[in-house]
């Protein structure tokens, strides 16, 4: 039985793109220091 190519996987998804994966980046940290209101963008 073949399957799709799009599985959804919801943690998976999160882990890639979620917010603990933009915490990682220096992107984020300016934001922090700078004192936005949002960090992230929705």
């Given at each position: 039985m073949k399957i799709?190519?799009?599985?959804p996987n919801k943690r998976k998804k999160a882990?890639?793109?979620g917010f603990f994966a933009r915490k990682e980046t220096k992107?984020?940290?300016n934001r922090r220091k700078?004192?936005?209101?949002?960090?992230?963008?929705k």
């Open positions: 799709g190519t799009y599985q882990k890639k793109h992107i984020l940290k700078k004192g936005r209101k949002n960090l992230i963008t």
